[in-house]
T-cell receptor, first 115, second 114 residues
Framework: KQEVTQIPAALSVPEGENLVLNCSFT??????LQWFRQDPGKGLTSLLL?????REQTSGRLNASLDKSSGRSTLYIAASQPGDSATYLC??????????????FGKGTHLIIQP | KAGVTQTPRYLIKTRGQQVTLSCSPI?????VSWYQQTPGQGLQFLFE???????NKGNFPGRFSGRQFSNSRSEMNVSTLELGDSALYLC?????????????FGSGTRLTVV
């Protein structure tokens, strides 16, 4: 059974810092990995999607890497801003029993950027 | 283009009742999956539908069921509601299964069971 762990669970930093959020998963049989952000009481907003054959993806100030063999992904946020405050969720799409599973999520990193 | 639409946004139900939630995927997306989010358990996979067929199911009791229509819209039903069913229910759509192009989520339905 796939398990996804996110470290740290919470993070509070001053504005302008560069951040690294970590995600690890136990089963390397994945087809992709997706990072989301969730604002309080809202749905999920997709940030980056990395296919299993890719090593990294970039969008603006965000960069996500994937090391499938070691079961790790990192989300790098450059020059953080107060608007980046949210919960960041890592989710892997995997396989079991010959079919594709839905997403398995980590518990998230609750990020606060202090002005 | 329109995103994933979930209705209703909020629901309050009494224990023992049943409830039906609706999800309309992005136009052209043929897969719809459902997730339950609670403070204690986080986000958990309920089930996924593709072309009106359930493709996979998470570890939830049979009180949780769903279906998908020919226009790809999906409904989720929970019967005999329990207090522990109070949660944010999120629907996600994708082009196909597996979701090689990722999932897009709706804003969710907040269900409160009293």
């Amino acid at each position: 059974k796939q398990e996804v762990t996110q470290i740290p669970a919470a993070l509070s930093v001053p504005e302008g810092e560069n951040l690294v959020l970590n995600c690890s998963f136990t089963d390397s049989a994945i087809y992709n990995l997706q990072w989301f952000r969730q604002d309080p009481g809202k749905g999920l907003t997709s940030l980056l999607l990395i296919q299993s054959s890719q090593r990294e993806q970039t969008s603006g100030r965000l960069n996500a890497s994937l090391d499938k063999s070691s079961g790790r992904s990192t989300l790098y946020i450059a020059a953080s801003q107060p608007g980046d405050s949210a919960t960041y969720l890592c989710a892997v799409g995997g396989y079991s029993g010959g079919g594709a599973d839905g997403l398995t999520f980590g518990k998230g990193t609750h990020l606060i950027i202090q002005p | 283009k329109a995103g994933v639409t979930q209705t209703p946004r909020y629901l309050i139900k009494t224990r023992g009742q049943q409830v039906t939630l609706s999800c309309s995927p992005i136009s052209g997306h043929r897969s719809v999956s459902w997730y339950q989010q609670t403070p204690g358990q986080g986000l958990q996979f309920l089930f996924e539908y593709f072309s009106e067929t359930q493709r996979n199911k998470g570890n939830f009791p049979g009180r949780f069921s769903g279906r998908q229509f020919s226009n790809s819209r999906s409904e989720m039903n929970v019967s005999t509601l329990e207090l522990g069913d109070s949660a944010l229910y999120l629907c996600a759509s994708s082009l196909a299964v597996p979701a090689n192009y990722g999932y897009t989520f709706g804003s969710g339905t907040r269900l409160t069971v009293v």
